[in-house]
Structure formats: C-alpha cells, structure tokens
C-alpha cells in the first residue's frame, strides 16, 4: 500500500472517530438521563429563553420520553386571548423548529441516528411530552 493511500485511510478513521466512539460508547444509563435532560434545557433556553421547570426522561428500547413542565413565552401568553389562531400558528412554527434543533444536538452529542421527535405542549398547563424515537435500542 503506498504511504498517500495510507494517509487516506488514516484521515478518513480519524474524521470518523468522534461517531464511532459516541455510537459504541453511550454513558451508563443514568448519566445519559442526565445529559438528555441537559441538552433538552440548553435547547429550550436557545429557543424561548428560558428553561424548562421540571423534566423527567425515560428510556424504553429504542424511544427516549422526555416529560417536561416549562413556563409559557411571556410574549405569546399576552396573545393567546386575543389572536388564538396566530399564537397556535407560532407555536407550531417553534416545535418544528426546537424537534430539529433537538435531533441535531441529539446526532452530534451522543452519536445516535434519531428517526423522529414527536412533540407536543399544552399551554394551558405548560405541560410537554417529547418522544425520541431511535433506530436502535438503548437498553
């Protein structure tokens, strides 16, 4: 094998290490909880500025449930009454846009393929249930 082919293969290992160690080497499953729980918060804060409340994170084979409670966007709060449809109409636009914020921290992070993130929040009791689903099972 000549040394540019060697150099090559070297490079294109080392591009695809930072991968291979995430995807073959998750933490154990309470520091993953954790870290996922972190990650979620850091996303919210980038999005709505503000934190969640209160989280709890599961996980069940190939799905990460992450339920949270999290505090109403003050500025959309003041709209809700009057201009109902705008403020669904934004916060559809921001779910769609935290999901794929969330996926790519998700990929980046810990390696992992996610297939989908399904989300949904309510409002009126600032509940949100967030299911990561995976294309392998974690546990």
Same mark, same amino acid.
């Given at each position: 094998?000549?040394?540019?082919?060697?150099?090559?293969?070297?490079?294109?290992?080392?591009?695809?290490?930072?991968? $291979?160690?995430?995807?073959?080497?998750?933490?154990?499953?309470?520091?993953?909880?954790?870290? $996922?729980?972190?990650?979620?918060?850091?996303?919210?804060?980038?999005?709505?500025?503000?934190?969640?409340?209160?989280?709890?994170?599961?996980?069940?084979?190939?799905?990460?449930?992450?339920?949270?409670?999290?505090?109403?966007?003050?500025?959309?709060?003041?709209?809700?009454?009057?201009?109902?449809?705008?403020?669904?109409?934004?916060?559809?636009?921001?779910?769609?846009?935290?999901?794929?914020?969330?996926?790519?921290?998700?990929?980046?992070?810990?390696?992992?393929?996610?297939?989908?993130?399904?989300?949904?929040?309510?409002?009126?009791?600032?509940?949100?249930?967030?299911?990561?689903?995976?294309?392998?099972?974690?546990?």
């Amino acid at each position: 094998m000549s040394e540019e082919v060697a150099d090559i293969q070297l490079s294109v290992r080392k591009s695809n290490t930072h991968t $291979l160690k995430s995807s073959l080497s998750l933490p154990p499953t309470g520091v993953l909880k954790k870290e $996922l729980a972190q990650l979620n918060n850091q996303v919210s804060q980038e999005m709505y500025g503000i934190g969640v409340k209160k989280q709890k994170v599961e996980i069940m084979g190939d799905k990460i449930v992450i339920f949270t409670e999290q505090k109403r966007i003050p500025a959309l709060a003041i709209l809700d009454g009057k201009y109902g449809e705008l403020t669904l109409s934004v916060d559809a636009a921001l779910v769609r846009e935290f999901k794929e914020r969330l996926k790519n921290h998700v990929e980046m992070q810990f390696g992992l393929k996610v297939r989908s993130i399904l989300k949904d929040y309510d409002p009126g009791t600032e509940a949100a249930c967030i299911v990561i689903l995976l294309d392998r099972n974690l546990v």
